[in-house]
């Protein structure tokens, strides 16, 4: 079954320092895969995606994700996490079974030290 | 216009009551979604239309009835709820195609 793992929880940096947030997931063909944000009660944002071609997509904010089908792996980064970076991170792919559908992984809460 | 627009914003409802959540898509997307997500959960899939028919059916209790009257609007109708099923109510517009989701602001739903 398709699924999507973020092993990480929480994870606390410090305003300044860098970010990767890791995504794993298991589906048997070619994945559709996103991160999306979400602040406190609000939807969700798309932050960036991969389809195809370069494994390194980059998105917005100033975050890039990188794609490494041996690994199964999609993990975003952020070389330098502002305050306001602070939020839910989700990972998901994109299943086809007659329609699209969106499977979300667990999410990573991140919180950032001033 | 890359929104999708839910309303209300907050709603309380006791269990007899009846209401409706709308969401509101002018993307052209042919493909709109409802997700229910618990607080410090990822959303969970409960609906999806696509060319305004019924698709996908996450075995959602009947109590949450789904209605899509034409491609920009999506109605979620509610009746009997339990508090259990208070919730951030989020709703989703894509094309039919494996593009990216839009996602609304949601709809926090408190039942009492």
């Known amino acids: 079954a398709q699924s999507v793992t973020q092993p990480d929880i929480h994870i606390t940096v410090s305003e300044g320092a860098s970010l990767e947030l890791r995504c794993n997931y298991s589906?048997?063909?070619?994945?559709?895969l996103f991160w999306y944000v979400q602040s406190p009660g609000q939807g969700l944002q798309l932050l960036l995606k991969?389809?195809?071609?370069?494994?390194l997509v980059q998105g917005i904010k100033g975050f890039e994700a990188e794609f490494k089908r041996s690994q199964s792996s999609f993990n975003l980064r952020k070389p330098s996490v502002h305050w306001s970076d602070a939020a839910e991170y989700f990972c998901?792919?994109?299943?086809?079974?007659?329609?699209?559908?969106?499977?979300f992984g667990t999410g990573t809460r991140l919180k950032v030290l001033a | 216009d890359t929104e999708v627009t839910q309303t209300p914003k907050h709603l309380v409802m006791g269990m007899t009551n009846k209401k409706s959540l709308k969401c509101e898509q002018h993307?052209?997307?042919?493909?709109m979604y409802w997700y229910k997500q618990k607080a410090k959960k990822p959303p969970e899939l409960m609906f999806v239309?696509?060319?305004?028919?019924?698709?996908i059916n996450e075995s959602v209790p009947s109590r949450f009835s789904p209605e899509c009257p034409n491609s920009s609007l999506l109605n979620l109708h509610l009746h009997a709820l339990q508090p259990e099923d208070s919730a951030l109510y989020l709703c989703?517009?894509?094309?039919?195609?494996?593009?990216?989701?839009?996602f609304g602001q949601g709809t926090r739903l408190t039942v009492v």
């Open positions: 989703a517009s894509s094309q039919i195609s494996n593009t990216e989701a839009f």
């Open positions: 589906y048997g063909a070619t994945p559709y």
């Open positions: 991969y389809f195809s071609g370069d494994t």
């Open positions: 998901a792919v994109v299943v086809t079974s007659g329609t699209y559908k969106y499977i």
């Open positions: 993307m052209g997307h042919r493909a």
């Open positions: 239309y696509s060319y305004e028919k019924l698709s």
